[in-house]
Every structure is written in structure tokens, then in C-alpha cells.
């Protein structure tokens, strides 16, 4: 006997009406492009990590490499992340144990080999002291007059 969903349910699961909203979105056409776009992002920086994983150490291949593998892993964990806890709350176990093993396997990665150098060990460093610098001066906004 089937018995009807209750208001806020999604696929039988009571959640939230804030995430019952991003499952929705999740499961409209928008939704399904950014999410592939999304996964598209995360499926290149798992491409440059794999060949900066097989290239000759301290070769520029490498170090473009590991530069684009740096800046995408970021966004990767968070997009995972996100596509993990929009898995969860629509029941779908065996995407959540996938998602959380690709989320695990680009932390790994991006913890492991820190002392590979890339671009944000230069120039990155410098634009952090940069805005750091700036950020404590408080010297963003020009002071109002009077």
C-alpha cells in the first residue's frame, strides 16, 4: 500500500525545506547542467593530478601540472561536497559512497606531495602576503570625507 509523502519529503525522506529546495533545483534542467559542469571540473582535476602523477619530476610538464591540479582542488572537494549532501537527502546511498570516496581520494592527493612546486608556491605566496598585507591595514577603501 503506498502511502503519500508528507509535506517536506523528498523520495519518502523528511529534510529540510532549504535543502528540500536544492534537491529540487538539483532535478530541473539547470540543475542537472551545473551539476554535470560541476563533475566536469572535478573529473579535470583528477586528470591533472594523474599526469602530474606519471610526469618526470621537476619538468615544467609536471609543474603545470600540479599548478592546475592545485587551483581545481579546491572547487573539486567543495563541488563533491555539495553533489555528496544532495545524494544524501534524495536516499541515493550508492552516488553518496561514491561521491565521498572521489571527495576523499582529492583531499588525499591534495594533502599528499606538498612539497611539489607550483605557482602558488611563488607568485601565489606573494599575492597572499599581498592581500593579507592590504587586509590588515585596512588600506581596501579609501576613507570617507567629510
Known amino acids: 500500500m503506498l502511502v503519500p509523502a508528507a509535506a517536506g519529503d523528498v523520495d519518502g525522506h523528511a529534510v ?3 535543502l528540500q529546495a536544492a534537491v529540487l533545483f538539483a532535478g530541473s534542467l539547470p540543475g542537472h547542467v551545473l551539476m554535470s559542469l560541476g563533475q566536469t571540473l572535478v573529473v579535470v582535476c583528477l586528470c591533472f593530478d ?3 602523477a606519471v610526469s618526470v619530476p621537476r619538468s615544467h610538464r609536471r609543474y603545470v601540472a600540479n599548478t592546475a591540479f592545485r587551483t581545481l582542488a579546491l572547487p573539486s572537494i ?3 561536497a555539495f553533489s555528496v549532501l544532495i545524494d544524501a ?3 541515493a546511498w550508492p552516488e553518496v559512497a561514491a561521491g565521498v570516496f572521489v571527495m576523499v581520494a582529492v583531499i588525499f592527493r591534495w594533502h599528499h606531495d606538498t612539497d611539489e612546486d607550483s605557482w602558488w608556491k611563488g607568485k601565489g605566496k606573494a599575492l ?3 592581500l593579507r598585507d592590504r587586509a590588515a591595514s585596512g588600506s581596501m577603501v579609501a576613507p ?3
Open 78 to 80: 567543495l563541488i563533491m
Open 144 to 146: 570617507a570625507t567629510a
Open 16 to 18: 529540510s525545506p532549504g
Open 128 to 130: 597572499g602576503r599581498w
Open 50 to 52: 594523474f599526469v602530474r
Open 89 to 91: 537527502a534524495s536516499g
